[in-house]
């Protein structure tokens, strides 16, 4: 039996439903404001996902912290002249005259 995009649409939308979840679909047609979103999520699934074994919840929990923690504080971003997220943060805000976050 085939369970097509259709079975596992309806059973999000009552999953979300019974649990008070607004769910935030995208226009047709409109991509341009999910490509920031399509690029994390790619990135996410290939060097976190992907590379990754999880031997249970929690352990799947601490890897992709690990993995977030890696991203925002450690890793260098070109879209934000190779600092990364939490350093621009801190530059950001001194240029502003405002304290670190």
Known sequence: ?????????LALDVWAHQRGVALALIQPGKPAP???TESFNGRFR???LS????LDLNDA???IEAWRRDYN????HSGLGGA???GFARAFARAA????P
């Open 1 to 9: 039996m085939y369970y097509g995009p259709e079975f596992a649409g």
């Open 34 to 36: 999910t490509a920031y």
């Open 46 to 48: 290939d060097e976190c």
């Open 51 to 54: 590379a990754s074994w999880f």
């Open 61 to 63: 929990r601490a890897q």
């Open 73 to 76: 504080h450690a890793r260098q």
């Open 84 to 86: 990364s997220p939490s």
């Open 97 to 100: 005259g405002k304290p670190d």
